[in-house]
């Protein structure tokens, strides 16, 4: 059975290369789309995705916010920061708030791939 991924992220573009790199690299199936934080937690609830991957930056609630939530909620889901704003601080905050790993936009699709492989084969 394959893994089930939600990407949450405010960039239509943005979100539609993230699930090409995760189903044509990995065969990872994206479950879901979210357009903010308050939307992936309502589809992650409905989901139950096996990871789910956020944006930092986004409207009405951020990734920051939506990991911590999540966390709350579903203690097990691992939760891949995926942002711009790639900073120590803001890393530290995101990990304090759940998010088990952040990756660097500009570090491209493949470092993505590379954390959710790992994540999801621990898990």
Do not use: H
Not at 29 to 41: F, L, N, P, S
Not at 67 to 73: D, I
């Amino acid at each position: 059975m394959s893994k089930q991924i939600l990407i949450a992220d405010d960039s239509d573009t943005c979100r539609k290369i993230t699930r090409l790199f995760l189903e044509s690299q990995l065969g990872f199936e994206v479950c879901g789309e979210a357009v903010d934080g308050v939307d992936a937690i309502e589809k992650a609830i409905a989901l139950k995705p096996d990871l789910v991957v956020l944006d930092l930056a986004m409207p009405r609630m951020n990734g920051v916010e939506a990991a911590s939530e999540l966390r709350a909620r579903m203690p097990r889901v691992p939760i891949v920061l995926f942002t711009m704003y790639d900073d120590v601080v803001g890393r530290a905050l995101a990990l304090s708030a759940g998010a088990s790993i952040v990756v660097s936009k500009p570090d491209g699709g493949w470092k993505l791939i590379e954390c959710v492989q790992s994540l999801l084969q621990a898990a």
